[in-house]
């Protein structure tokens, strides 16, 4: 009887595996007709590391037969104003140092952002609604409503604020949580919204 579960167990777990690497290999191919090789490295090295702080915050071992995107969406959605983004800013910014510079800065520029009592001024990023990915998404997703749906709402709101994120993760049906242009946006979405909340480079 032990063996049997065992076996049921690691086919899940391979399956699940399988399931990843095939995501992967299609996201690449996809990606590989509109960007260049090192911008697909950069595109995956942030999605690797934002499933990876996921995974972490979530208590699953790298061979999880769980999706960490799909727990976080449930998790944001339940949670609900009081919810935490589990992301390493120090981390995130050792990541920046490895994306290709050109697709950094073509993917985000800097602002200014005021917080506290006093008014503080810090310096932000924000997504850029025209860049390369974006548009990337919007081609490959016109006929998904609930993608199209997540980028109207980014571009009508004009920044990545933390008020959205109930919201966001309310309309994304489970039937959709592994397509890939939707992992790529939660993953901009999410990487911006943390380094907006904790960065705190004074102008």
Same mark, same amino acid.
């Given at each position: 009887?032990i063996?049997?579960?065992l076996?049921?167990?690691l086919?899940?777990i391979?399956?699940?595996?399988?399931?990843a690497?095939?995501m992967?290999?299609?996201?690449?191919e996809? #990606?590989s007709t509109e960007f260049k090789d090192?911008?697909v490295? /950069? *595109?995956? @090295?942030c999605?690797?590391?934002f499933?990876?702080?996921?995974?972490t915050f979530?208590?699953l071992s790298?061979?999880?037969?769980?999706?960490?995107i799909?727990?976080?969406?449930?998790?944001?959605e339940?949670?609900y104003?009081d919810?935490?983004?589990p992301?390493?800013f120090t981390?995130?910014q050792?990541?920046?140092?490895?994306?290709r510079t050109?697709f950094?800065i073509q993917?985000?520029?800097?602002?200014l #952002?005021?917080?506290?009592e006093?008014q503080?001024t810090?310096? /932000? *990023?924000? @997504?850029?609604a025209?860049?390369?990915l974006i548009k990337?998404?919007?081609?490959?997703?016109k006929?998904v409503?609930?993608?199209?749906k997540?980028l109207?709402t980014?571009?009508?709101a004009?920044?990545i604020s933390p008020?959205?994120?109930?919201?966001?993760?309310s309309?994304?049906?489970l039937?959709?949580q592994?397509?890939l242009?939707l992992?790529?946006l939660?993953?901009?979405?999410y990487?911006?919204?943390?380094d907006r909340?904790?960065?705190?480079?004074?102008m």
């Amino acid at each position: 009887m032990i063996n049997r579960i065992l076996i049921i167990t690691l086919l899940t777990i391979t399956s699940f595996q399988a399931s990843a690497q095939l995501m992967e290999k299609e996201l690449r191919e996809s #990606l590989s007709t509109e960007f260049k090789d090192d911008d697909v490295e /950069s *595109i995956l @090295l942030c999605m690797e590391f934002f499933e990876n702080q996921l995974k972490t915050f979530f208590n699953l071992s790298k061979n999880s037969d769980e999706d960490p995107i799909a727990k976080f969406i449930e998790y944001t959605e339940e949670n609900y104003p009081d919810f935490e983004i589990p992301l390493d800013f120090t981390a995130q910014q050792e990541l920046y140092q490895k994306l290709r510079t050109y697709f950094f800065i073509q993917t985000w520029s800097y602002g200014l #952002l005021t917080r506290g009592e006093d008014q503080t001024t810090y310096i /932000s *990023i924000n @997504l850029k609604a025209n860049s390369p990915l974006i548009k990337y998404l919007r081609k490959r997703s016109k006929k998904v409503k609930v993608v199209t749906k997540y980028l109207d709402t980014l571009e009508a709101a004009g920044d990545i604020s933390p008020s959205m994120a109930g919201t966001m993760a309310s309309f994304i049906p489970l039937e959709h949580q592994q397509n890939l242009e939707l992992r790529i946006l939660i993953t901009l979405h999410y990487l911006t919204l943390n380094d907006r909340i904790k960065r705190r480079d004074r102008m």
